[in-house]
């Protein structure tokens, strides 16, 4: 796995403060990390942590590429030695910055898709967390640590945007609802990125839905999904090198 991109990559906090109060339509990846947050998992009451922090950056990078393949911005294409290469759509740019910024990146030259996850990666969380706490969705908080020291902790901003998002994922890995693509790719990262056993309270981890979990990772999403087959094989393509990665990184 190549985990160092060819080239540098300039991207991820691209928002001053006041660009953030124009944000458009949460982005695949805000999503994706919004459910990731975990509330009441913090060591203080109250508070809440991300699930899967060891290899988030990759998990983040994918639901990116993810979100660029649904909007027909990327396609992937075959490289030397039947390698997988991501390749952005000439005169398809996004509008979001954080989406932007990856599809320039890719408009250089096609690249290997762990080169893209390795490379656009890192710089995610940050901005993304930042979306987040403008939407309301979570919540930065100050707390004492050991009753001396000032610490942020995070907290669930009162919205109810994640409980919304959950009850979709469950509804289509446990009630078998035909999902919405977004629905879906969210489900796929989820399950690619090891962290849905994390959410067994609320989605129960039985065999039905890890075989349903899965069916989502290979691109396998029904006749309801309103997604053209390509988006959905560059879906399962990204999911799968974030399986990879999430598998490999850990052991590095």
Partial sequence: MNQQPDEPFAGGETETPGE???LGAPTLAEDLLLLLFQPN?????????????NTLFYTLAGAVLADLALGHHVRTDTGRGGTTRVEAIEDRPPSDDILRSAWDYLSQKPRGVQTVLAAIGPTLRSPLLDRLVERGDIRRGSRKALGLFNTTVLEDGGSGRRSR???????????????????????A??????????FHREIPWTSPVITRAKEFEQGNWGAGAAAG????SVTATIVSNVIIAAAVLPQN
């Fill in 189 to 198: 990262l989820l399950s690619g990125s090891g962290t849905l056993p994390q």
């Fill in 20 to 22: 953030a109060k124009r």
């Fill in 229 to 232: 087959a390509v988006a959905r």
């Fill in 41 to 53: 998992s913090g060591f203080q009451a109250g508070t809440g942590t991300i699930a899967g922090e």
């Fill in 165 to 187: 998002l959950l009850d979709d994922v469950r509804d289509v890995l446990v009630e078998g609802t035909e999902p919405q693509p977004r629905i879906a790719a969210l489900a």
